[in-house]
């Protein structure tokens, strides 16, 4: 049953010339590709929207900025200073319309393969909700759904044309930022794709990450750190200004908590240290910092999360629902001004006490700002609809109601592990330099 | 016609071939429509069909051995059972073309080859797979062979990928709403392996009842692979997301962040993928044309090859493009093709018993069956005559 060789080769001619068939209309050159880093959403001044694109500018990426500083450029487009990125906005009535619009200002044809964050604004968030963004995002092929999804108290637009230090392009570098401020728990990096799981999850409300860009006057982070470590600015009274002869000054971008959504609309935001809580729980940071203050000398500790086990159920008692949240933490101790030579067991104690409270009080804080919005974020609906079925489905209607009354009892436990290289203090009395 | 036989390792690969594309392509957002939470289960309630047509056409390779499908029921039904049972299979055949065809061409539109048209994307896959055709069964398996290594060397990487954003947790509850969603989801996911009816019409290359281990071991395979997959796709994508995506094991690559040179993976993967398409389309081609031929009693199938893969492109080309539309069309032929993918081979088995019990019967009692099938004497009765 086979051809003889003769007719065999015009055929397998036919179907190699058949391969290169769709060159004819999807070819896509590189050099007439504009790459699309990061997208943003505002509220629109004459029409619904405003939706702000970053575009990579090839040239300067693969070496034009050194090309043009060497070549006496310096501040012209071909310069070092000269921008990686182009952001352009256009006003329109969809996010998919908005990308089409874009074709107006471009000589490329616009990407989306390359999208790393699509930022949105609260406002937007708020009022209009993601649903068409996330609309967009799942129908378009060529985004990723890796992408991270943003909230931002100010404008989008603003966001993606603020240059961040040390990263060529401000969207890898937006998204640089917020994985590593997600693995410390200061907020939960949010791909488009794990929104969209919490979205459509039973009992479960998303979340997403916010960033704001942080004017200088404001630069004074919890921990009475200066906001920018590479900025040699005095802080007085938690604002920063520039010492005679160092760089002024300039705003920063950080990580500022968690926003809050019911179905697709944006409900809250939660502080800093609830965020950590809530990353705790949903199994999200990596090695976040705990922080307390010691209870009898008022100084702080703290101590790094080196592994955790969150769990979370719901008891029927008398005919009610009652959540228990529980979280185990085990830590390494990175500072502690301990008035005792060595660290005791009975100061240790004291030590992991004093944190697991204050773990507490956030968690405890988190989970009450969650029931004022009636969003639970937490999960404890998407528990008993995978133990429960039955009386999930019971309560599903009313649920968020139901969770913004259920009494939850929260249970910390942190266990230090580990002290570190050292085991003593330097303050100790009668020690060299302990005295003071 | 001389007929190439082909390895027990080759017929487990056309197996595999039969599977694999569509069932990555199609079968997990269909099913987790139907079945929503429990589809993962109702997956593997589909396996049963595959081992069922399997086990059937073992049967019919062992009682008319050298004999494809249709003449095999031509032997056990008499010529005019034969031929409509030969219809009845020739119309499943056309469907699974015509489906694969359409799911194939679809798929690459939508996903990579945006501007291109349909129709740009039918021929390619109409001319790749009537060229394979034409090099005929032994060829096609040795070129799926390596296909699926290669799908198999682009899936681990993958799967270790997903491996990361996987959450036992989705799969759970198991038969919250009872057992019928599940019910609903299962004759879905039969289908894919149900299509494993088309190697009825390659029993003679495969050479009977000896190919039994090898062709049920790569079911086996199949089976846990395919609802690995799909548990997997559902651990990661949740099945709300998972009905929503066709290709929903390559949304799931695109939910992880990974370097920008590991992201080709699923362009790999994907075209790795068509290739496998590619073998599974040329093998249909096969199948369909050898039904034909053997309907209308043609010694050489192979004019009826391009004939046949023009009607089924044409076909495709023209049913409603909308996937709500188009997914009815699916479900209920699937239905349908699934239930006749294991009726048509249990009816030919029946068939063949029957006759094997008249002619041992006939033999008994001294009297030659006609070839009509007429029921001349029952055995029993013959032998309660026989002194």
């Known amino acids: 049953m086979s051809l003889p060789r003769g007719k065999l080769v015009p055929l397998a001619c036919l179907a190699l010339v058949c391969m290169v068939l769709s060159g004819c209309w999807d070819a896509e050159d590189p050099e007439r590709t504009a790459h699309v880093v990061a997208m943003g959403v505002d509220r629109g001044n004459t029409r619904a929207l405003r939706v702000t694109f970053q575009i990579m500018v090839p040239r300067m990426l693969a070496g034009g900025a050194a090309a043009g500083a060497a070549g006496g450029g310096g501040g012209g487009e071909g310069g070092a200073d000269a921008p990686r990125v182009w952001v352009r906005a256009v006003e329109t009535d969809a996010v998919s319309e908005g990308f089409h619009l874009l074709c107006e200002y471009l000589p490329r044809t616009p990407a989306l393969s390359h999208l790393q964050a699509v930022v949105m604004s609260e406002q937007v968030a708020r009022d209009r909700g993601v649903a068409s963004l996330w609309d967009f995002l799942t129908r378009d092929a060529q985004a990723r759904r890796a992408a991270q999804l943003i909230v931002t108290p100010g404008r989008a637009e603003e966001l993606l044309r603020f240059q961040p230090r040390l990263a060529d392009i401000p969207g890898a570098g937006l998204v640089a930022l917020l994985e590593l401020a997600a693995d410390t728990g200061a907020t939960i990096a949010t791909p488009a794709g794990r929104f969209g799981l919490a979205l459509h999850a039973e009992g479960m409300q998303p979340v997403a990450a916010m960033v704001e860009i942080v004017p200088p006057e404001a630069q004074a982070l919890p921990g009475g750190q200066s906001g920018s470590p590479d900025r040699a600015g005095g802080q007085a009274g938690g604002r920063t200004t520039a010492a005679p002869g160092t760089v002024p000054p300039t705003p920063e971008v950080r990580a500022a908590g968690l926003a809050v959504f019911r179905g697709d609309r944006m409900v809250g935001a939660l502080p800093q240290n609830e965020s950590l809580a809530v990353s705790l729980t949903l199994r999200r940071a990596r090695r976040p910092l705990i922080r307390a203050t010691a209870p009898d000398s008022g100084a702080p500790i703290t101590a790094r999360v080196l592994s955790y086990r969150p769990e979370i159920k719901l008891m029927t008692e008398g005919g009610q629902l009652r959540g228990q949240t529980r979280l185990r933490v085990a830590a390494e101790l990175r500072e502690e001004l301990t008035p005792t030579y060595f660290i005791e067991p009975a100061r240790l104690k004291q030590l992991e006490r004093a944190l697991a409270t204050a773990l507490t009080q956030d968690l405890a804080s988190a989970l009450r700002r969650t029931q004022e919005m009636g969003a639970d974020v937490f999960g404890f609906g998407w528990w008993l609809y995978r133990k429960r079925p039955q009386q999930w489905f019971a309560v599903r209607e009313h649920w968020d109601k139901i969770y913004g009354r259920l009494p939850v009892d929260v249970q910390v436990e942190v266990k230090l592990r580990a002290e570190g290289l050292t085991s003593k203090s330097p303050l100790f009395p009668g020690t060299p330099g302990g005295d003071r | ?387």
């Open chain 2, 1 to 387: 016609m001389k007929e190439v036989r082909i390895s027990p390792g080759q017929a487990a690969l056309l197996l595999f071939i039969l599977i694999w594309p569509r069932y990555l392509l199609l079968v997990p957002s269909l099913v987790a429509e139907m079945a929503e939470q429990d589809a993962w289960v109702a997956n593997l309630m589909g396996g049963f069909n595959g081992v069922a047509v399997v086990l059937l056409l073992l049967a019919v390779a062992s009682l008319a051995p050298g004999k494809d499908l249709i003449e095999a029921a031509e032997e056990g039904l008499g010529k005019a059972g034969g031929k409509l049972l030969g219809t009845l299979l020739l119309a499943v055949f056309l469907f699974m073309t015509y489906t694969t065809l359409r799911a194939s061409s679809a798929f690459i539109k939508e996903t990579f080859l945006r501007v291109t048209p349909l129709w740009a994307n039918m021929v390619l896959l109409v001319t790749q797979g009537i060229g394979g055709a034409f090099y005929g069964t032994e060829p096609v398996a040795r070129a799926g062979g390596i296909t699926v290594a290669l799908l198999v060397a682009g899936l681990i990487p993958s799967v270790a990928l997903l491996v990361g954003q996987f959450d036992p947790r989705l799969l759970f509850p198991v038969f919250a709403r009872g057992p019928l969603p599940a019910l609903r989801g299962a004759p879905i996911s039969a289908f894919p392996f149900g299509e494993v009816v088309a190697l009825g019409m390659l029993l003679p290359a495969l050479g009977g009842t000896r190919r039994s281990g090898p062709l049920l071991a790569g079911l086996l395979i199949t089976w846990v692979v395919t609802g690995g997959l799909l548990a997997v796709d559902q651990g990661i994508l949740g099945w709300y997301n998972l009905s929503r995506i066709p290709f929903s094991f390559l949304e799931g690559l695109r939910v992880v962040r990974v370097p920008p040179l590991l992201e080709r993976i699923e362009v790999a993967v994907a075209t790795i993928w068509m290739l496998v398409s590619f073998a599974k389309i040329a093998l249909l081609f096969i199948v369909q044309a050898r039904a034909a031929g053997c309907i209308l009693g043609l010694g050489d199938h192979r004019p009826l090859i391009p004939l046949l893969a023009a009607l089924t492109a044409v076909f495709a080309l023209n049913v409603p493009s909308q996937r709500t539309v188009y997914s009815r069309v699916l479900f209920w032929g699937g239905i349908v093709s699934a239930a006749l993918q294991t009726l048509l081979p249990a009816v030919v088995v029946l068939g063949l018993l029957w006759r094997r019990r008249q002619v041992t019967g006939s033999a008994r009692s001294g009297h030659t069956p006609r070839s009509t099938g007429r029921r001349h004497a029952s055995p029993v009765r013959a032998r309660r005559a026989r002194p």
